[in-house]
């Protein structure tokens, strides 16, 4: 009989967790593993597999796993994911594959994430790399950004036998993967390091500190041999309320905050670039940035509030990151917004005035819209400020590109299927399109572009 139920999957425990910044979830054993991956039904006609953005065929690679050959798991996730254990650990697999599994009608989805994670992990703690046979064809690719989408699309070019190189702007590569995502989540040296290395023992070139649109444009890349570019730039400007008091000291963006800690080592006393964080921080919004960014500040010890304007249902972030949250101790303060911040003499933060909110229909996205109690202002006492409301490209490579059409909020305008953008042989994807967005949709994005790329660059078109 199949166990509605899954495998327990070990973690650190909360009370001790919350003064380190090593990871949380601790992953299957092997044994685990083979347990979890025998829940697995087998399904002929497998809708986890259609769900899956980078098309993982699930089934045959959890097969592989019922019958103890990783190694051969390993392949078949590597033939369709360049990123597996980034992925394992930060996709939004509920929404996903396992929101298609059939286990899920009557109990819980088989652990699909976190089996894909076990094959990355158990291929890094033995050393064993998978190898491709690659035919060059001399043909050179430029990828605009090391992130997700830009990371993906480098590494199946590579393995069509493209000559690529990576263009990044920040002095180390993986884009929101080591600047956004906490050590917490999604080990730097461990994982991010190790998967970036498999990328480039498939051939592919990073250029570290090469801001494309000031540095080097677009036009001067296919002047100097690039045949075809990728543009996976990211979304990282922040967006900000506007209320009075947003420039005071101690407020910060969750991208700033999250750079200065994952990034710049803020949280380790031995770097050279500290960050100043109070006792009482306020963080504003419920995504997983949001999450991320209290999880964060609580580990630098603080006391920490989720504010948010609508209600606990409506927090966009997925249910596993408010889970750990909770079980951390941070406080939720849902239907609740702030709507100024109060300084001291020195323009240092004080403290909050917020307002409570009540939710009334829908708004433009479907969700419903808040909406301002009459009179029930109060404040907030806090010192620091975290706003996390949001995220849009930056307009560096936009604004200094001919003919590369945008919409209203700055993102590249490109075909979904394709990439392809409004310049000939420019394509793009993820957050630089979407907005911000997901990790694995960033990355299916890459996918799919890899593919239009090599179809353009046979002289095939592309639709």
Not at 128 to 144: C, F, L, M, P, Q
Request: aromatic share 6%.
């Amino acid at each position: 009989m199949i166990n509605s139920k899954r495998i327990p999957l070990r973690e650190q425990d909360s009370k001790i967790r919350v003064k380190n910044f090593e990871e949380v979830c601790l992953g299957y054993s092997k044994e685990e593993a083979l347990l979890e991956a025998n829940r697995c039904l087998g399904c002929k006609k497998a809708k986890c597999k259609e769900k899956c953005p980078v098309n993982i065929d699930i089934p045959e690679f959890v097969k592989q796993i019922k019958i103890g050959n990783i190694e051969e798991a390993a392949k078949i996730i590597g033939k369709s994911s360049s990123l597996p254990a980034i992925c394992g650990r930060v996709c939004s697999q509920e929404l996903q594959c396992e929101s298609q599994c059939a286990l899920g009608l009557k109990g819980e989805a088989l652990a699909i994430g976190k089996l894909e994670r076990f094959v990355a992990d158990y291929m890094i703690e033995n050393n064993i790399s998978i190898t491709y046979d690659i035919n060059k064809n001399n043909k050179k690719v430029a990828i605009v950004g090391s992130g997700p989408s830009g990371l993906t699309c480098a590494g199946d070019l590579a393995k069509f036998g493209y000559d690529v190189t990576i263009f990044e702007a920040l002095h180390e590569a993986g884009g929101v993967l080591v600047y956004g995502i906490p050590e917490f989540r999604l080990p730097k040296n461990k994982i991010v390091k190790r998967e970036i290395e498999n990328v480039k023992k498939l051939g592919v070139k990073i250029e570290t500190n090469v801001i494309v649109g000031k540095t080097v444009s677009i036009e001067k890349l296919f002047e100097e041999g690039f045949q075809a570019v990728f543009i996976g730039s990211g979304a990282g400007l922040p967006k900000f309320m506007g209320i009075k008091g947003e420039n005071a000291n101690g407020v910060f963006s969750a991208n700033e905050f999250l750079t200065r800690n994952n990034l710049m080592k803020g949280f380790d006393e031995n770097y050279d670039t500290p960050i100043k964080i109070g006792k009482k921080v306020a963080v504003v919004g419920g995504g997983n940035v949001a999450m991320d960014a209290a999880r964060t500040a609580l580990r630098l010890g603080a006391k920490v509030s989720i504010v948010y304007r609508r209600s606990e249902n409506e927090l966009p972030a997925r249910a596993e990151e408010i889970y750990h949250a909770k079980e951390e101790g941070i406080d939720f303060k849902v239907l609740t917004s702030p709507i100024e911040i109060i300084q001291d003499d020195k323009g240092w933060v004080k403290a909050m005035k917020c307002v409570k909110m009540r939710l009334k229909g829908a708004d433009s996205s479907g969700r419903k819209r808040p909406v301002e109690i009459e009179g029930s202002e109060f404040i907030l006492d806090v010192d620091t400020v975290i706003m996390s409301i949001g995220t849009s490209p930056n307009p560096i490579i936009t604004s200094n590109t001919k003919g590369l059409n945008v919409s209203k909020g700055q993102c590249i305008v490109a075909c979904e299927e394709t990439g392809q953008t409004s310049i000939n042989g420019v394509f793009a994807g993820g957050d630089a399109v979407t907005g911000a967005a997901t990790v694995i949709l960033a990355m299916g994005a890459g996918k799919k572009a890899a593919k239009a790329i090599d179809k353009y660059l046979r002289g095939n078109g592309i639709k």
